[in-house]
């Protein structure tokens, strides 16, 4: 109840500021009704018709939110890669415990973590209005996740569209199939093999730490010194590090301290000289072989990281769920229809 009483305070506020915003959109609620998931029928164009002015609504929606508060854009980005990993990007992600369903929030890898729900729930808002039924939460966090890389200044890329939302969460495979802070090189590429991606896809996409925080709690091996060379410039991040969480578990710390709020190649830059924050992060220039071979070249390289993730953004987005599963396009990104 209180999920549905949230969705409709949204619109009540946004009917007021969004007069101007076209609502004569071509081929409405085109997506809307339940269905099955079809896993090859993602595409760039369906918006074109049916919702022009998706893309500029999701875009200017994670513009304003991070304009208000830098951090959203890693934490938008997130939301994608976390909704991708369980059962396809679906947007399970975004459902609200209710008392049929218990979702994915409170799973481990994303309890007090996770966040820009709020900032997903006023662009859906806005796109029911210009277009109900139309486009699908799993459509805006994939969008969103594009948008928030190249509002930090990181690459762009085509974004395929189509997806349709799940009417379930699966708490314990979040638990299961989000890698952890902690894990080693051989856990990280089992874990991305498991979803068909590879052990390129890893590396790149462990790049996305190049912005956001983590606290304090998710680095503790790093504070006892794990993975850090022995040394000077080493020592200085560790006594960082030591001191910034003296106080508290719940400290941010920023994953990337020359730039952190800078999409960049900076990230593997700072895991080649021990200063990678999450221990999931240093172990990769200690892997060896092509893992340690992609994070010297995208050290070296710019331009190549920014188009292989672009790359695996793409091949990420694909994931979902298995063919035949119920699917709908929510009115509400918390809440089933």
């Known amino acids: ?55 500029a609504i999701i875009f200017s929606g994670v513009q304003r939110a991070i304009a208000s508060d830098p951090r959203m854009a890693a934490s938008l980005l997130r939301l994608h890669f976390h909704d991708c990993f369980v059962n396809g990007c679906d947007a399970s992600v975004l459902l609200d415990d209710t008392p049929n369903l218990v979702g994915e929030k409170t799973a481990g890898p994303n309890l007090n973590s996770l966040r820009g729900f709020d900032v997903v729930d006023g662009i859906k808002t806005e796109l029911e209005m ?6 699908s939460c799993a459509d805006v966090l994939a969008i969103a996740a594009r948008d928030s890389v190249v509002l930090s200044g990181g690459p762009t890329w085509q974004v395929e569209v189509g997806r349709r939302d799940g009417v379930t969460a699966i708490l314990s495979m979040a638990t299961a199939n989000i890698p952890a802070p902690t894990s080693d090189v051989a856990t990280l590429v089992q874990k991305f093999q498991n979803l068909g991606l590879s052990t390129k896809d890893m590396v790149v ?30 020592r200085i991040f560790l006594q960082s590090l030591q001191q910034l969480c003296a106080g508290s578990n719940g400290t941010l710390a920023h994953l990337d301290l020359a730039t952190p709020a800078t999409f960049d190649n900076q990230y593997y830059v700072n895991l080649l000289s021990g200063e990678g924050l999450l221990p999931s992060d240093q172990v990769l220039v200690n892997g060896g072989g092509e893992v340690g071979s992609l994070v010297q070249a995208y050290a070296m390289d710019p331009v190549l990281f920014y188009e292989d993730f672009a790359v695996s953004m793409v091949r990420m987005g694909r994931l979902a769920p298995p063919s035949g599963s119920e699917a709908e396009v929510r009115r509400c990104c918390r809440v089933v229809n």
């Open 130 to 135: 210009a277009c109900p039924e139309t486009v």
């Open 1 to 55: 109840m209180v999920t549905i009483i949230v969705c409709a305070i949204l619109a009540l506020v946004l009917a007021d500021q969004l007069n101007a915003l076209s609502k004569d959109c071509i081929g409405v609620g085109g997506g809307g009704g339940s269905g099955s998931f079809d896993g090859g029928s993602l595409n760039f164009d369906l918006y074109i018709s049916s919702c022009p002015q998706a893309e």
């Open 205 to 234: 996409l462990s790049g996305a730490h190049t912005i956001g925080k983590a606290r304090c709690s998710s680095f503790v091996s790093r504070l006892n010194g794990g993975g850090i060379a022995d040394a000077a410039a080493d």
